[in-house]
């Protein structure tokens, strides 16, 4: 079994403090994310003719101890998908997609809920909270109503009536906090520490990024066992990238390969923080969002100094996409590749199509994007170009108007 050997804390300002265990990095109570750190070597690696079936193939670089399983949804192994209408339609031959609407709520949030929630019954932990603006909710709310645990969530007031139903129907108990998400989180976290819950704010839980970094062990799998030349992420709070760079520069600390995929980060135009500081170089600048990509619209995000280091450590870049870039490449996975997404889980294959139009990316690369969220529990931005007709049963009529 692998097994956690230490623990970094990486700062704001991308400056960084070792620590020899996570539970001595997490009692530092110092702000910034914190990442795992393992023994790295070939045997933490599964075989290599074993199936990808599931997040748990990859235990050994998991933070978990001897035992069984005790999460009771099936999760991880995803597919990684080659769609040839959308590859000829974007002259990419070599395009892939990574699908992670299939997954229980149809959300890669469901990777990291299925290991907070194991190591929440590990500690014996009651009750687990989190905030969101949606999609992390839904996951929590159904992952822990499966294992057979309390959940408490806030979201900011004006969350989608959607997902707020999927939470309440679940069981979970849900504050809508009128201030906003960057309030509901500081709420959810302050009410954990004060009541003893199990914490599984995306950003502060570093449980969270080592499951979701089983993304790219998959990519690297699926793609026989090598690693593409560029992924496309988008990007709220941070942590799904900086999970994805963890992830493949885990696989080069193995010994498996030399090389790291560049990483381009999709932020939408009506929320940008880390774009523009990007751009500027200088301190990312809170900003209020406006975007229909609910997924991705967090004003100051909590990751912010990994996501930028990740970004230019991979040689990497950011771009933005408006919101008619976004309902445009819903309809355009949906009708050219069978994919529904919602607009931030679209958001990487908008900022895909921006960045070989303008040559950001080179169409004979191999490039993988990922779909993050299902639009089947956010239809209310979808905006098909086509309509229904009314007729009588009359199949005449539907010849005439075929045109068959």
Not at 345 to 358: V, Y
């Amino acid at each position: 079994m692998g097994r956690p050997v230490g623990a970094t804390i990486v700062r704001d300002d991308s400056s960084t403090l070792d620590f020899d265990s996570l539970d001595e990095a997490l009692a530092h109570g110092e702000q910034g994310r914190i990442a795992i750190r393992y023994a790295y070597g070939p045997d933490l690696l599964p075989p290599a003719d074993e199936p990808v079936t599931s997040m748990w193939r990859y235990r050994d670089l998991l933070p978990l101890g001897d035992g069984p399983i005790s999460y009771p949804l099936a999760i991880g192994g995803t597919p990684l998908l080659a769609s040839p209408r959308l590859r000829k339609l974007l002259s990419a031959p070599n395009l892939w997609l990574k699908d992670e609407t299939r997954t229980p709520t149809g959300s890669n949030k469901d990777r990291a809920t299925a290991l907070v929630v194991e190591s929440a019954l590990r500690a014996g932990s009651a009750t687990v909270t989190c905030a969101s603006t949606g999609n992390v909710a839904v996951s929590l709310a159904v992952g822990a109503a499966a294992a057979g645990l309390r959940t408490v969530i806030f979201v900011p007031a004006d969350v989608a009536d959607s997902k707020l139903t999927l939470m309440l129907l679940a069981g979970a108990t849900v504050f809508k906090v009128r201030e906003g998400y960057d309030a509901a989180f500081k709420l959810s976290r302050a009410a954990a520490r004060e009541f003893g819950w199990y914490d599984r704010n995306t950003g502060v839980n570093p449980v969270t990024l080592d499951a979701k970094k089983t993304v790219a062990l998959e990519i690297w799998e699926q793609l026989g066992r090598d690693v593409p030349d560029t992924v496309v992420c988008p990007v709220g709070d941070g942590p799904t990238l900086s999970a994805i760079s963890k992830g493949f520069a885990e696989i080069v600390a193995c010994g498996a390969t030399k090389r790291l995929p560049r990483i381009i980060a999709v932020q939408a135009e009506g929320c940008q923080p880390l774009k523009r500081a990007w751009e500027t170089g200088g301190p990312v600048q809170a900003v209020e969002p406006a975007t229909i990509a609910d997924g991705i619209a967090v004003g100051d995000p909590v990751s912010a100094g990994m996501v930028l280091r990740d970004v230019r450590n991979s040689g990497g870049a950011f771009v933005a996409v408006s919101d008619d870039e976004l309902r445009r490449a819903m309809e355009t996975l949906a009708s050219q590749s069978g994919l529904l997404a919602e607009p931030a889980g679209a958001s990487a294959f908008a900022g895909l199509a921006q960045a070989l139009e303008s040559g950001l990316i080179t169409r004979d690369e191999r490039v993988v994007a990922l779909v993050t969220g299902t639009a089947m529990k956010n239809l209310g931005e979808a905006r098909p170009s086509g309509a229904a007709t009314t007729i009588s049963a009359d199949l005449d009529k539907v010849r005439e108007l075929l045109g068959v």
